[in-house]
């Protein structure tokens, strides 16, 4: 589609930039990451030194100095080529980052901005719990007063980068019987579990870095797609967190969070884009190769009515995509648009993805073309950052707010 609606020749450079890099450096390796499980460090470096780790945070914080809408579109545009790669940028960027560049101390921001925009370490987001998925108010991770520091103890499950990553911001509860009001948010670090690897390659490990006592990654998640992507346990043993690690003001752990949520779903939906339109390109190029009944398959109606429905629905999710981030850019409202985009998209990555598999027969179930992958790592991108039920939740709440003001 023509993006001029939405994008600047600067916007197009990065899409190019974004573009050629997965190209040539993801797509070679993206079938074989997929099969190991396997985290990319060596292509993490490289995304680091490409300023891909920091695209929204200004250069003074060591950030690249890009707006919202490059980083939207380098998690878009990666995507088209492989999931677990762009939700390295996204939940290292949102969760892992932006709490700390939207709630953090300017001494916080100064310690802890630099080697994460940079790329030096990952990050991470420290939300669900066993027993607080969608419900996210139910934490029972506890932080305990004890005059200069807490005390935290519990844990957080399905957390992304918790064994890879270095610097989380994660919630436990302050104040027992308080409900929502009751949780803050806290600073933690660890070291990565590949250190040995990470000291060698010089990416994902500073030595300098104080670690918080108590914190470590428990065990890593086999799943059905994002498998190069680090999925674990973040586990608080009476881990010891400084005051000065306090994220936020006590008690506003949890509505700060969601609106961090908010953000990261805008990333969903563009990574959830960029699966459907991977996918589609793969389809739309099978069929225009593959003969039966001696013709292209794209010449039977059946054929070509899918892939016009994938390109029409895309077409409608880029427009859904680029306009809540076009209003989060601009510092308007955008909670309801956000959770739209995911919405759609996510449950549109789905569909696209189940019709690409079907276009290429046989050959789409196997692991010789990419769309097998695709349509696993589809997926979940209707379950992370708010299942699509909880979506339809914040949507209907917005419209029936809308109604009574
Ligand atoms: C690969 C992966 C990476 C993740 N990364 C992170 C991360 O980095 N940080 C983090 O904090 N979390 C992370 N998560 C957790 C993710 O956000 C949760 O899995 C998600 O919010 C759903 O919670 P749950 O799994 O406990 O499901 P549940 O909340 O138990 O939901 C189960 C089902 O019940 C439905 N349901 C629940 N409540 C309602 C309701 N009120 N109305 C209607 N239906 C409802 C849900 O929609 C779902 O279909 C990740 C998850 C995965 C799979």
């Not at 100064?110 to 998925?133: D, I, W």
């Not at 990553?165 to 994660?170: D, P």
């Not at 994002?226 to 881990?239: G, K, M, N, P, Q």
Request: aromatic fraction near 8%.
């Amino acid at each position: 589609m023509d993006h001029s609606l939405y994008f600047t020749e600067h916007h197009h450079q990065v899409r190019e930039m974004v573009r050629e890099f997965s190209r040539d450096q993801i797509a070679p390796v993206a079938r074989e990451l997929d099969r190991t499980s396997e985290f990319p460090w060596q292509n993490i470096k490289a995304m680091g030194e490409l300023g891909l780790l920091g695209v929204p945070w200004s250069e003074a914080l060591g950030g690249a100095g890009m707006d919202q809408l490059s980083y939207y579109i380098t998690i878009h545009e990666m995507a088209k080529v492989d999931a677990s790669h762009a939700l390295t940028i996204s939940a290292h960027t949102n969760l892992g980052t932006s709490p700390i560049v939207e709630f953090g101390t300017e001494v916080q921001q100064r310690q802890y901005v630099p080697l994460l925009a940079s790329g030096k370490v990952l990050g991470g987001f420290g939300l669900t719990e066993t027993g607080a998925g969608s419900d996210a108010g139910g934490t029972a991770t506890t932080a305990a007063d004890r005059g200069d520091h807490y005390l935290l103890n519990g844990s957080k499950v399905f957390i992304t980068h918790a064994g890879v990553g270095e610097i989380f911001s994660v919630t436990a509860r302050t104040e027992p019987g308080q409900g929502n009001k009751g949780i803050t948010s806290f600073i933690v670090t660890k070291d990565t579990v590949d250190l040995e690897q990470c000291r060698g390659l010089g990416v994902g490990h500073a030595e300098d870095l104080p670690k918080t006592k108590g914190v470590r990654a428990g065990k890593k998640e086999d799943k059905m797609g994002w498998r190069a992507s680090d999925t674990r346990e973040l586990v608080f043993e009476d881990a010891v967190v400084p005051k000065e690690n306090v994220l936020g003001k006590p008690g506003y752990g949890f509505i700060n969070f969601l609106k961090t949520l908010d953000g990261g779903r805008i990333g969903i939906a563009a990574l959830s884009l960029g699966i459907a339109e991977g996918a589609y390109e793969e389809a739309l190029r099978y069929a225009g190769v593959r003969k039966q009944f001696g013709r292209f398959i794209g010449s039977f109606q059946a054929v070509s009515f899918q892939l016009a429905d994938m390109a029409m629905e895309i077409e409608a999710g880029t427009h859904l995509l680029y306009h809540a981030a076009w209003l989060k850019q601009n510092g308007k409202p955008f909670k309801k648009e956000a959770a739209m985009a995911k919405l759609y998209c996510s449950e549109l990555a789905m569909r696209t993805t189940t019709k690409a598999v079907q276009i290429f027969g046989g050959y789409g179930y196997t692991t010789e073309y990419p769309v097998e992958r695709m349509m696993r790592d589809a997926k979940v991108c209707e379950i992370g950052e708010g299942t699509s039920e909880i979506q339809r939740i914040v949507i209907a709440r917005q419209i029936l707010g809308e109604v009574a003001d």
